[in-house]
């Protein structure tokens, strides 16, 4: 029996667990990425488990999300994440230099190769034939030193591509039409691989556009095969030496499959307030458009950037229209400045902003009150453009340069003949803002930069026998981490996690922090009760670190996301499901609530059942994890399971 090309990976790295059964694997990371945001707090981990270096073939730490620098913060993260590279043998890129998941794609990405990100989308890598994972800081940190990754045995779901794409409908387009019919919700556990003759004519660049909104479609990650194109992305980065041929099998076997054909598709837009709520750019036609941004780790490569330069060529901007385009990286920056290219965007009346995330995660570009914004990222959660009127619509390029001229929405097939971008056969490389870590000999003596705005990683406690305390809070469907922890302008406090606590769950009610520490303060515990799909994008560890700062210990959903609810297992917090959904309507806020004998039903494996005071009810929970995961919890988090183990 064939096999596809995720079991091809996932044999050649498997550290612990069966492919074929058993509930989760331990998996060997070759690469590992941080952002800046994650980054820190990854780091302090690692640094608490007293490894002089790092154990991976490559790990690098990225500067892309906190840019601004509205007072000090930023600036000391930065200075701590260069410093701990330099020491623990990593390269550090320098803000400017670029998005990480553009970036690592141009520079470091290898076909075959693992690597896990502290951030959502690394999936992004997938274009490139990698297996690319996103998970918390503190799964990095394990990595790092040279741990396995766990996570539950896979399905994988074939995503068989056939025609080719006609003029005007982009890369975008095909993971619109993959989030219509999957849906944000249910494909957890899933691996989404790319098959059929249509793949052939995609680039890597087109690829990664599609396995970077992977992420939003809740898998673990995507994946397309490594074939010509990728050698061609890769001579082009003067890393041919890299390719490496990987396909799946001719009769490998998928657990599902769904099938696009490329020919029929036209472009699509995702509407507010969820990348799924997919409608046809057609049918939108002629909504007026305050705001057109182009950038983010979903679409900035230099063929986006040329294109909307080759749209924009001798028109201008609609007067009504603020446009803003950020290149994803450097190199794309420093190409397209080098042919002129940037010079029509200018002259068209576009707003040049950095290489880095900037308005895709609410650092500035808030629209104003109600206005529409189409965007070429891939999310449009509910005030997350940092305006919580504001709609946003997810597009790609091409119908957003057609829509900044317009000043309403169009349909870019009405700009006539397609537009050939000619991709060089050589990138400007320029790896110069990229930090070589200190040779191993004096590494020992490096000092690690600390300004006050670092703390110290948190310290959880064992679990208790039984949990007694109040739903602090409740809560619908989809609730995000961007929800439970706001990013925007409160990104600076990542590394301070007493203060980055006081905003959990602000923008849905600004009380529950206070709320929080109140109860904690007097030894009552904190339940989160949520509908499903709980914790669904960021890959944000703080969405858990805060939540037990402020002494929540258990959340109770219908249903959790992935990295969400091993975040929660890794901080201690236990997450539960109903068995019966329909218990939710059980719970109000500030019920109180008990665990009893929790730890002894987690040690046993019992059933955990909820006893809920305020109604004198009984509620039958699910704990649905691992039994490494078991330990992890009954020990407080996976700092003190580690500490444990050595
Ligand atoms: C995002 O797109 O939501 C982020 C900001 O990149 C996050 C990471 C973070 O919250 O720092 C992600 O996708 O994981
Ligand atoms: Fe940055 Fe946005 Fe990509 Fe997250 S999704 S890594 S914020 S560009």
Same mark, same amino acid.
């Given at each position: 029996? %064939?096999?596809?090309?995720?079991?091809?990976?996932?044999?050649?790295?498997?550290?612990?667990?069966?492919?074929?059964?058993?509930?989760?694997?331990?998996?060997?990371i070759d690469q590992t990425l941080t952002q800046d945001a994650t980054g820190t707090m990854a780091y302090l981990q690692f640094e608490s488990? &007293?490894?002089?270096?790092?154990?991976?073939?490559?790990?690098? =730490?990225?500067?892309?999300?906190?840019?601004?620098?509205?007072?000090?913060?930023?600036?000391?993260?930065?200075?701590?994440?260069?410093?701990?590279?330099?020491?623990?043998?990593?390269?550090?890129?320098?803000?400017?230099?670029?998005?990480?998941?553009?970036?690592?794609?141009?520079?470091?990405?290898?076909?075959?190769?693992?690597?896990?990100?502290?951030?959502?989308?690394?999936?992004?890598?997938?274009?490139? %034939?990698?297996?690319?994972?996103?998970?918390?800081?503190?799964?990095?940190?394990?990595?790092?030193?040279?741990?396995?990754?766990?996570?539950?045995?896979?399905? *994988?779901?074939?995503?068989?591509?056939?025609? $080719?794409?006609?003029?005007?409908?982009?890369? $975008?387009? #095909?993971?619109?039409?993959?989030?219509?019919?999957? *849906?944000?919700?249910?494909?957890?556990?899933?691996?989404?691989?790319? +098959? %059929?003759?249509?793949?052939?004519?995609? +680039?890597?660049?087109?690829?990664?556009?599609?396995?970077?909104?992977?992420?939003?479609?809740?898998?673990?990650?995507?994946?397309?095969?490594?074939?010509?194109?990728?050698?061609?992305?890769? $001579?082009?980065?003067?890393?041919?030496?890299?390719?490496?041929?990987?396909?799946?099998?001719?009769?490998?076997?998928?657990?599902?499959?769904?099938?696009?054909?490329?020919?029929?598709?036209?472009?699509?837009?995702?509407?507010?307030?969820?990348?799924?709520?997919?409608?046809?750019?057609?049918?939108?036609?002629?909504?007026?458009?305050?705001?057109?941004?182009?950038?983010?780790?979903?679409?900035?490569?230099?063929?986006?950037?040329?294109?909307?330069?080759?749209?924009?060529?001798?028109?201008?901007?609609?007067?009504?229209?603020?446009?803003?385009?950020?290149?994803?990286?450097?190199?794309?920056?420093?190409?397209?400045?080098?042919?002129?290219?940037?010079?029509? #965007?200018?002259?068209? &009346?576009?707003?040049?902003?950095?290489?880095?995330?900037?308005?895709? !995660?609410?650092?500035?570009?808030?629209?104003?009150?109600?206005?529409?914004?189409?965007?070429?990222?891939?999310?449009?959660?509910?005030?997350?453009?940092?305006?919580?009127?504001?709609?946003?619509?997810?597009?790609?390029?091409?119908?957003?340069?057609?829509?900044?001229?317009? &000043?309403?929405?169009?349909?870019?097939?009405?700009?006539?003949?397609?537009?050939?971008?000619?991709?060089?056969?050589?990138?400007?490389?320029?790896?110069?803002?990229?930090?070589?870590?200190?040779?191993?000999?004096?590494?020992?003596?490096?000092?690690?930069?600390?300004?006050?705005?670092?703390?110290?990683?948190?310290?959880?406690?064992?679990?208790?026998?039984?949990?007694?305390?109040?739903?602090? #809070?409740?809560?619908?469907?989809?609730?995000?981490?961007?929800?439970?922890?706001?990013?925007?302008?409160?990104?600076?406090?990542?590394?301070?996690?007493?203060?980055?606590?006081?905003?959990? /769950?602000?923008?849905?009610?600004?009380? /529950?922090?206070?709320?929080?520490?109140?109860?904690?303060?007097?030894?009552?515990?904190?339940?989160?009760?949520?509908?499903? =799909?709980?914790?669904? %994008?960021?890959?944000?560890?703080?969405?858990?670190?805060?939540?037990?700062?402020?002494?929540?210990?258990?959340?109770?959903?219908?249903?959790?996301?992935?990295?969400?609810?091993?975040?929660? !297992?890794?901080? &201690?917090?236990?997450?539960? +499901? /109903?068995?019966?959904?329909?218990?939710?309507?059980?719970?109000?806020?500030?019920?109180?609530?008990?665990?009893?004998?929790?730890?002894?039903?987690?040690?046993?494996?019992?059933?955990?059942?909820? /006893?809920?005071?305020?109604?004198?009810?009984?509620?039958?929970?699910?704990?649905? #994890?691992?039994?490494?995961?078991?330990?992890?919890?009954?020990?407080?988090?996976?700092?003190?399971?580690?500490?444990?183990?050595?």
């Amino acid at each position: 029996m %064939g096999k596809n090309l995720v079991e091809k990976i996932l044999e050649k790295h498997l550290m612990d667990g069966n492919l074929k059964s058993g509930d989760e694997i331990g998996v060997k990371i070759d690469q590992t990425l941080t952002q800046d945001a994650t980054g820190t707090m990854a780091y302090l981990q690692f640094e608490s488990m &007293g490894v002089p270096r790092v154990k991976t073939a490559l790990s690098v =730490s990225y500067v892309d999300h906190n840019t601004l620098q509205q007072g000090f913060e930023n600036a000391d993260d930065h200075r701590y994440l260069q410093s701990f590279s330099y020491k623990y043998g990593l390269l550090y890129s320098k803000a400017g230099n670029g998005i990480c998941h553009q970036v690592n794609l141009e520079r470091y990405g290898k076909p075959g190769w693992t690597l896990l990100g502290s951030d959502s989308h690394t999936p992004t890598g997938g274009g490139l %034939g990698m297996l690319a994972i996103g998970a918390g800081g503190l799964d990095i940190a394990v990595a790092m030193a040279g741990g396995a990754f766990y996570m539950p045995r896979p399905k *994988t779901l074939q995503v068989k591509l056939t025609g $080719k794409l006609q003029p005007w409908v982009s890369a $975008k387009d #095909i993971i619109l039409k993959v989030l219509e019919i999957l *849906t944000t919700k249910g494909n957890v556990g899933y691996i989404l691989e790319y +098959t %059929g003759e249509g793949v052939d004519s995609l +680039t890597v660049p087109q690829r990664a556009t599609i396995t970077n909104m992977g992420a939003e479609v809740g898998v673990t990650t995507s994946i397309f095969p490594s074939d010509e194109q990728t050698r061609l992305f890769l $001579k082009a980065q003067g890393r041919e030496e890299d390719w490496i041929q990987l396909s799946a099998d001719s009769d490998a076997i998928y657990d599902k499959t769904i099938e696009i054909d490329l020919n029929r598709l036209e472009p699509l837009i995702a509407k507010p307030h969820s990348p799924d709520n997919i409608d046809t750019v057609a049918n939108l036609k002629g909504t007026k458009v305050h705001q057109v941004l182009v950038g983010s780790c979903t679409n900035s490569s230099y063929y986006d950037l040329m294109l909307v330069a080759s749209v924009l060529k001798g028109k201008k901007v609609h007067p009504d229209v603020s446009f803003g385009v950020a290149p994803g990286s450097r190199q794309v920056f420093q190409m397209i400045a080098a042919n002129g290219a940037l010079g029509d #965007i200018i002259l068209s &009346g576009a707003r040049i902003l950095e290489s880095a995330c900037g308005f895709c !995660i609410g650092a500035g570009q808030a629209p104003g009150h109600n206005e529409v914004s189409l965007r070429t990222n891939n999310r449009n959660f509910e005030g997350r453009s940092g305006t919580k009127t504001a709609q946003v619509h997810l597009v790609s390029p091409e119908v957003a340069v057609a829509s900044a001229i317009a &000043g309403v929405i169009a349909d870019p097939r009405d700009l006539g003949e397609a537009i050939n971008v000619e991709i060089p056969e050589t990138f400007r490389i320029d790896d110069s803002m990229v930090i070589e870590p200190a040779d191993i000999s004096f590494a020992n003596s490096v000092e690690i930069l600390r300004g006050p705005n670092i703390g110290l990683p948190p310290q959880t406690d064992p679990l208790q026998n039984s949990i007694s305390g109040v739903a602090t #809070i409740k809560l619908g469907d989809k609730i995000t981490t961007d929800h439970i922890m706001p990013a925007g302008a409160r990104l600076k406090f990542r590394s301070n996690i007493p203060k980055y606590s006081e905003y959990v /769950f602000e923008g849905v009610d600004s009380q /529950f922090s206070t709320r929080s520490s109140e109860n904690r303060d007097k030894g009552v515990a904190n339940f989160i009760i949520a509908g499903s =799909s709980y914790g669904q %994008g960021s890959s944000r560890e703080h969405a858990a670190i805060c939540p037990m700062y402020l002494g929540v210990k258990a959340v109770i959903v219908k249903s959790f996301e992935r990295i969400h609810k091993a975040n929660l !297992i890794n901080f &201690g917090i236990v997450p539960l +499901t /109903f068995v019966n959904e329909d218990d939710y309507n059980k719970i109000e806020q500030s019920d109180e609530l008990i665990l009893e004998n929790i730890e002894i039903n987690i040690k046993e494996k019992k059933d955990i059942t909820l /006893f809920n005071k305020t109604k004198n009810i009984s509620i039958e929970l699910n704990l649905d #994890i691992s039994d490494r995961q078991r330990e992890i919890l009954l020990v407080g988090g996976t700092l003190n399971y580690m500490k444990k183990q050595q």
